[in-house]
């Protein structure tokens, strides 16, 4: 829902409710995920209210939210309550951007952005096995800075500030700069950064009849670059887009099948991303990507869950004057690697088979406020496996109407 009572001031608010009952499958140890008696019934409740006021011209753009997320989930077993778990998100942020411009200073443009995140995250959980009753509050705090000089080169600066109950206070930035050359078509692009990745209430002091949460985790830590290109072309048209990158994680969380732990010494990740979008024919767009990642620990292993090929191919056409729209997806998932756990929990490595989805999905806008949808997944009924053993869903339809205030 949107409103806009004024020209200069706009407030939306968005709600989702989602009542679930799931099956799942059980691991055994030595043996690998087989169909059980488990089920899981539970709730989840999205709502987020925004407002946003513009000022100076809309030079001065000003952005409050306030969100709160709530999910429960009853585990069963043969239909009888075994745990229940509970947890919540309360969060509130703010952000100020602010632009001008100096002509006469190198005929730049500037943005200035100040933003501040405050959350509460809290988990409750109760079953036979154990119980925790927690909470985390963190306060985040960022500052950025963009300047386009001569309308070509765009330098960003970001500085970002965390606290947090639990672990001790970060802070990380990030730095890009892109160059245009208007006279081929052509964007030059580079970015370095840092960043910080908290464990979850979950890896902390989660539990299930076969996992425990490990309460001693780490934060992960992480450092990487990016250099790239993209290119128009035929009467741009068409655009290629090329980008390497590297990333270097300390202290990388990985589930051990009992626990999680953090991976000692430093992982490494580099890969190549490719992609081609291309207006093919009126209204029909074409848009194929291709990523190549390798990714190693300390010691020299490879990566389980990260395939190192990854395709794509989406098909997008708009039809009966851009109210109609019809979209095919194709992935392509590659070979990789995942654990598979012996009877006393070690584990060794197994090599998973590459799959390909096919997704369909359209809509027709009725009018201004009303649009109805559909979509199918996996519309080929795909049997594959994303996690070593585990079953995935096959074909599954959707449909519904959007509406809007």
Do not use: C
């Amino acid at each position: 829902m949107n409103l806009r009572p004024v020209d200069n001031f706009e407030f939306s608010f968005v709600g989702r409710f989602v009542d679930f009952d799931s099956q799942g499958d059980e691991e055994i140890a030595g043996v690998g995920a087989v169909d059980g008696d488990g089920s899981t019934e539970g709730t989840q409740v999205y709502t987020r209210a925004q407002g946003r006021l513009n000022l100076l011209d809309d030079r001065w753009e000003q952005t409050l939210g306030l969100s709160y997320v709530r999910h429960r989930r009853d585990y069963l077993d043969d239909g009888d309550v075994t745990s229940h778990y509970e947890g919540e998100t309360r969060r509130i942020d703010y952000q100020s951007d602010f632009s001008f411009e100096t002509p006469s200073l190198l005929d730049a443009s500037h943005v200035a952005t100040f933003a501040i995140q405050h959350e509460d995250r809290a988990a409750i959980s109760e079953s036979a096995f154990s119980t925790f009753d927690r909470d985390i509050s963190s306060t985040g705090f960022v500052g950025q800075y963009q300047a386009t000089l001569f309308e070509r080169l765009t330098l960003t600066g970001s500085l970002r500030h965390d606290r947090n109950e639990l672990f001790e206070d970060t802070n990380t930035y990030r730095a890009t700069a892109a160059f245009s050359i208007f006279e081929t078509g052509t964007k030059l692009r580079a970015s370095y950064g840092t960043g910080v990745k908290n464990p979850t209430l979950f890896e902390l002091y989660g539990y299930t009849n076969t996992y425990r949460g490990n309460p001693d985790l780490e934060p992960e830590e992480a450092r990487g670059w990016d250099v790239g290109f993209d290119q128009n072309f035929w009467n741009s048209r068409a655009m290629l887009d090329a980008t390497y990158f590297e990333q270097r994680i300390d202290n990388l969380i990985q589930g051990t099948g009992e626990s999680s732990i953090n991976l000692s010494g430093e992982t490494k990740v580099r890969g190549v991303e490719l992609g081609l979008t291309a207006e093919v024919l009126e209204n029909l767009t074409a848009r194929a990507s291709y990523t190549y990642t390798h990714g190693e620990d300390a010691a020299g292993e490879e990566l389980v869950r990260r395939p190192k090929h990854l395709a794509s191919l989406n098909l997008n056409y708009r039809f009966l004057e851009d109210r109609a729209n019809l979209n095919l997806g194709v992935i392509y998932n590659g070979d990789q690697k995942d654990w598979a756990f012996n009877s006393d929990w070690t584990r060794r490595p197994v090599d998973m088979q590459d799959y390909v989805l096919v997704n369909l999905a359209a809509s027709y806008r009725l009018n201004e406020n009303a649009e109805i949808y559909g979509r199918v997944d996996n519309l080929l009924n795909e049997e594959y496996q994303e996690v070593y053993s585990y079953g995935t869903p096959g074909r599954a339809g959707y449909a519904g109407i959007r509406l809007r205030f």
